[in-house]
């Protein structure tokens, strides 16, 4: 492989556990015995468990897995976004790290490919997981291809019948797709028996891609929330500080959008013991879990399959408005970042659908690139930042969690 | 910018002319009275003509467009496909330069960038250019939004009612996109008078595109075939041969795809002096221009207002069947490659659309990549030779000019 590339490759996972300001409180079954606690040594890879308990700052990433991550598009690129900044008239620098360059369009496979891997080493047959707007499920499917794995994917009724392109990708890389709720477990048979012509939700996907993964002895994929999640997403931020410093920049400002927390803590844990870096979570103004959510013991999933975790929520009963963003309409946000929010280390910031589709637009006609919608909040608290920043300019590193290309019917309205 | 992108990324652009085994023919005015060259002058950036006629062997390339080379992605990752070769139990090595990882998603702005920032350099409104499936367009609006340009699309009827993303792309990058043939010019307006529901053709939407550049002091943008198109390309060869080199690779084979050949002329030709790599064209075999086209002057579009060239060319009359590659379906190939193809230089090899779709679907698999239908001619073609040298092993480099993001639909009839 390349040289250059070497250097900025990470050899090492980072967990924030032993960096936080106060011990990570466990998750906890909500039964009590313990089931659901019990429930996740035989779905979840025994290393991957391992890790997502561990105290332990460093993780070394098997070259194997390494060699995937060369092969799907890493170390992803770090650019400089001058015409934003002229655009903007920033005297500031304005960088971004843009994860949309992954073959798969997004960070999600940054932690499919370690899961898929560790589950290749068990005795399974495969893995499954839920989608809702696809970015999940794609990634799961190419990792399972790569990892000699079949893949089993229930995607959201919605989204199947709307996203037929996602459908295809993930049916190209080998995954077999179906529509949630479906016939092929008793939770989806029970809830179409509710309502024959529902339309799904992530908690129903959830819960049969769970009881799917134990009666076909597969392992189930997590794509965001869990502290193994966000360690293994650590390799944007690891990049990103490599890139930086061989460029001789000090980052002043991070900023990324939070849907789970997983791109963003990926993003700047790493960063997390400089003080004198700024960093900023941008969400939906529609799904306010930092200012309205509480910080309790909540449900990772609708349904309450999996064990219970302490972290800003809006209740995993919340129904968000049908914004564009899919991935940013968690009702929770990660354990780990939720405490770094309370204790102020990191701060957020709601924008509003129609602030983002703006920022979209500015952004692709200054740097070319059509960003997910879910980055949009990035993009348009960047974008902020640096009005805000006019007479005392920094330099701002941005996250573009994906690229936005099979979600461009949202630009149809607004492009003439 | 980083230090290692720098060491990659060109300085120059290079020029097979001199290098050709014999003189290129130069082009000519269909009209005694030299008209059609004449209307180069007015249509086209004065130092791309004088690019286009050079003799030298570099050109410098300016560090404003350098400048935006890096900011569209470049340089391009080269990646080691080592999943694919162990899925064909080939044990030579397979090297890929990905163009896809541009943000528009193919070679295309590599050339539309430096067009269109000569072409502001000049007192014009704006630039107009054709569409066929859409990557050209949308490379042209990039580049001019880049450079502070308006940019006007006539985008083929057909393609502009079957593909609205594409045309939403462009808009989005603030392009004005119109189905041709158009009420908006008068070779557009005849057009309609003949049949108001034509579906339009390249050649109807370069008369438009070069009316409409004439009318309104504009500079028309040439996607392929001119020497000094193929010129600009010469960076993703350039690229690779830096890549390779910092590798410690030797490449032994060398394949791309040819349409009107800017992206395979820009990958091969910087290595065209070193005669131990074997450099293979892939065109379709529905498009056979090198077996059974002729070799002698021919007009570069249908309408025949562009000067002739002598080149391999089917007939510009000639009607492509309705084959996925878009395209692939020109119908000559530029001068200089077409006197590197008749010398015997570069070979040539075509493949059929089945065996190409299925050769995509193999790649995505074991790349991730969901490759462009016209890549996927490169990619057959790569499949071939790995079977072909199964018993003695070559590095064999591939270029994929693009990724398939918004041409899904030709895998959905294969994929389960």
Redesign the interface.
């Known amino acids: 492989?390349?040289?250059?590339?070497e250097?900025?490759l990470p050899t090492k996972w980072y967990n924030v556990v032993p960096d936080l300001p106060e011990p990570l409180p466990p998750p906890l079954s909500r039964a009590q015995d313990g089931s659901s606690i019990e429930l996740l040594n035989r779905i979840i890879p025994r290393e991957i468990l391992r890790q997502e308990f561990s105290f332990n700052r460093y993780e070394n990433i098997p070259e194997e897995v390494r060699?995937l991550y060369?092969?799907?598009?890493r170390p992803t690129?770090?650019?400089?976004?001058?015409?934003l900044e002229e655009f903007l008239g920033y005297r500031g620098k304005i960088f971004l790290k843009?994860e949309g360059?992954t073959?798969?369009?997004s960070h999600k496979?940054n932690t499919a490919i370690p899961q898929a891997y560790y589950a290749s080493r068990e005795s399974v047959t495969g893995v499954a997981t839920e989608t809702g707007a696809g970015q999940w499920g794609t990634a799961t499917t190419?990792a399972a291809?790569?990892t000699g794995l079949h893949s089993k994917v229930f995607m959201v009724r919605v989204s199947y019948d709307q996203k037929?392109?996602r459908k295809?990708?993930m049916?190209?890389?080998?995954g077999?797709v179906v529509a949630s709720p479906s016939v092929e477990t008793k939770f989806g048979r029970k809830m179409l028996q509710k309502d024959p012509r529902s339309t799904g939700s992530l908690g129903i996907a959830i819960s049969e891609a769970v009881e799917y993964a134990l009666d076909h002895d597969m392992k189930y994929m997590v794509g965001s929330v869990m502290n193994s999640v966000l360690s293994h997403q650590s390799i944007i931020g690891q990049e990103t500080m490599k890139?930086l410093e061989?460029?001789g920049e000090e980052p002043e400002a991070m900023i990324g959008c939070v849907g789970g927390g997983s791109n963003f803590g990926g993003f700047v844990f790493p960063f997390i013991s400089n003080g004198k870096i700024e960093m900023i979570a941008s969400t939906a103004s529609e799904v306010p879990k930092f200012s309205r959510g509480k910080y309790d013991y909540d449900a990772m999933d609708t349904a309450g399959i999996l064990p219970y975790v302490k972290m800003y929520s809006l209740g995993s009963d919340f129904i968000p408005p049908p914004i564009y963003s899919g991935g940013l309409r968690y009702h929770g946000a990660a354990p780990s970042l939720s405490i770094l929010v309370k204790s102020g280390r990191i701060s957020s910031q709601e924008v509003e659908e129609k602030e983002v589709l703006a920022a979209l637009?500015i952004f692709?006609?200054?740097?070319?690139?059509?960003a997910a919608p879910e980055s949009g909040h990035a993009i348009a608290s960047a974008i902020r930042y640096a009005k805000d920043h006019r007479h005392d300019p920094k330099t701002v590193v941005l996250n573009v969690s994906g690229h936005g290309?099979?979600d461009?019917?949202i630009?149809?309205g607004?492009?003439?």
């Open positions: 492989m390349l040289k250059y590339d250097e900025v060699d060369r092969l799907v598009g690129p770090l650019i400089r976004a001058n015409r843009y360059a073959v798969t369009g496979i190419l291809a790569l037929p392109l295809t990708v049916a190209l890389y080998g077999e890139q061989i460029t637009e692709a006609r200054s740097t070319g690139i059509v290309n099979f461009l019917s630009y149809g607004r492009a003439r």
